[in-house]
């Protein structure tokens, strides 16, 4: 079993940044496929970043140049860089983290990105 806790979220003006972290429980945290997803109401969950084991990423198209996502395997914890944020990027982003065919979620943390 594996429990996630994302902290960092908040209220920023646009332009501004912020940066989340997820930190995760138990052993097997090196080996999972970490991820960043966002959702706002009435809308499908929308994966926005993701790292593998190796390190390898990749970005939703609309983010990319402006968020970083990175691990910290020492530490159990995922981080999300969020640089120039706009309005559109108001979410509540929760992280995954997938193992063989189990996906593990936080419960989320809301970012506002308002003046």
């Known amino acids: 079993q594996v429990q996630l806790v994302e902290s960092g979220g908040g209220l920023v003006q646009p332009g501004g940044s912020l940066r989340l972290s997820c930190a995760a429980s138990?052993?097997?945290?090196?080996?999972?496929?970490l991820h960043w997803y966002r959702q706002t109401p009435g809308k499908q969950r929308e994966q926005v970043a993701i790292?593998?084991?190796?390190?390898?990423?990749n970005y939703v198209d609309s983010v990319k140049g402006r968020f970083t996502i990175s691990r910290d395997n020492a530490k159990n914890t995922v981080y999300l860089q969020m640089n120039s944020l706009k309005p559109e990027d108001t979410a509540v982003y929760y992280c995954k983290a997938t193992n063989g065919a189990m996906n593990y979620w936080g419960k989320g943390t809301l970012v506002t990105v308002s003046s």
């Open positions: 138990g052993s097997i945290f090196s080996s999972t496929i």
């Open positions: 790292i593998t084991s190796g390190g390898g990423t």
